[in-house]
């Protein structure tokens, strides 16, 4: 399927296309406009933290999150699903007054300071690569529809069920591939097995280093080792619907990289494996915890696709 996808490429170039939906398949990259197949691309080296630059269009199904705040704006990541959704951590949609203000043994407390700490609007671009370059391609969105895992316990110390989903209700108007591969925009194709180990790949503008709070103003790409639950254990007390995943150099997901997928490249496309949910400060030498993608697929698919206009 990537093999068709490229010769269209080489017919189309100079001309930035809109394919209607279903020409290009689910988890197909555009790199550099070449519509290269990820597969192959196992060279992400070194810095996320430890990785390097995104070619433009390597990673089309990455969004942008801006949350603003009172007092400033928080940043997160997300993953396309389709025209209308974007899969995200649900601790990005909370500003939370305090952190844990309460113990998640009052469950019974928590919607009404969900309903309070939630916040109004996010602002979502896709097709972003350099955040402060305005015309590299990008589209934004402020979105006001989200839904949120219903067992997600806000503001606690719990941090399962991390999950939401961001609604664009006019469309995205994806996939999109461009010429030079600036602006691409594609979905991610959902994991299809509950288990996945070996190599994975970690994107996001996040931290790029464990000793400055500076964030990536260039998409970042890490290579990482997708873990068995096992092997987290020695770490993180992790449960069935979260996985982990560590680089073997310091590759790590960090603040900032919340929401954005941990995927994995095949022939057949990329596929979500997990959504950034948290890990150790400052981000070094210890796994990172993911939620795990396939335990949610129920509550994705639920989500997805146009929605009733007068639903909130
Ligand atoms: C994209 O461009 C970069 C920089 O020129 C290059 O290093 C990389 O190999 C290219 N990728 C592909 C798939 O052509
Ligand atoms: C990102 O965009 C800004 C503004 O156009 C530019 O000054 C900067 O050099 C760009 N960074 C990279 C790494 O391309
Ligand atoms: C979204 O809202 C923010 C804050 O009001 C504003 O700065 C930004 O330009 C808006 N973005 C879009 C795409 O409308
Ligand atoms: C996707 O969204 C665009 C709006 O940006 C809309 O025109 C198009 O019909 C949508 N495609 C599908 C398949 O729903």
Redesign the pocket.
């Known amino acids: 399927m990537a093999m068709c996808v490229g010769l269209w490429a080489t017919f189309i170039s100079f001309l930035t296309f809109n394919f209607?939906?279903?020409e290009i398949s689910c988890g197909v990259n555009n790199e550099n406009g070449t519509n290269a197949n990820l597969a192959t691309k196992r060279d992400a080296g070194a810095f996320i933290i430890n990785g390097k630059d995104a070619q433009p269009g390597q990673v089309p199904w990455v969004a942008l999150l801006y949350i603003y705040l009172q007092n400033g704006r928080a940043m997160c990541g997300g993953a396309i699903v389709?025209?209308?959704t974007i899969v995200s951590a649900a601790h990005c949609f909370f500003s939370c007054p305090v952190p844990f203000p309460l113990p998640s043994l009052i469950p019974s407390l928590f919607p009404r300071i969900c309903k309070n700490a939630m916040v109004n609007t996010i602002e979502v671009c896709i097709g972003e690569r350099n955040r402060t370059d305005p015309n590299d391609g990008q589209t934004c969105f402020n979105a006001t529809k989200f839904h949120i895992e219903p067992r997600y316990l806000c503001c606690s110390d719990d941090n399962t069920n991390d999950i939401g989903i961001i609604k664009?209700p006019?469309?995205?108007?994806?996939p999109k591939f461009t010429s030079d591969g600036y602006g691409s925009t594609n979905r991610i194709c959902l994991p299809t097995e509950y288990d996945y180990t070996g190599p994975g790949l970690i994107s996001g503008w996040g931290r790029t280093s464990s000793t400055s709070q500076e964030t990536a103003t260039v998409l970042q790409i890490a290579n990482v080792d997708i873990l068995s639950n096992d092997e987290c254990k020695k770490d993180w007390d992790v449960t069935e619907s979260q996985v982990c995943a560590l680089g073997r150099n310091g590759e790590s997901s960090c603040n900032g990289d919340s929401g954005s997928a941990l995927f994995t490249a095949t022939e057949t496309g990329a596929k979500m494996i997990g959504i950034t949910s948290y890990g150790i400060v400052n981000c070094v030498s210890r796994p990172v915890v993911y939620t795990r993608a396939f335990s949610f697929l129920d509550f994705i698919n639920s989500h997805s696709?146009?929605e009733p206009q007068n639903t909130k």
């Open positions: 209607v939906n279903g389709d025209n209308y664009i006019q469309g995205m108007n994806i696709g146009p």
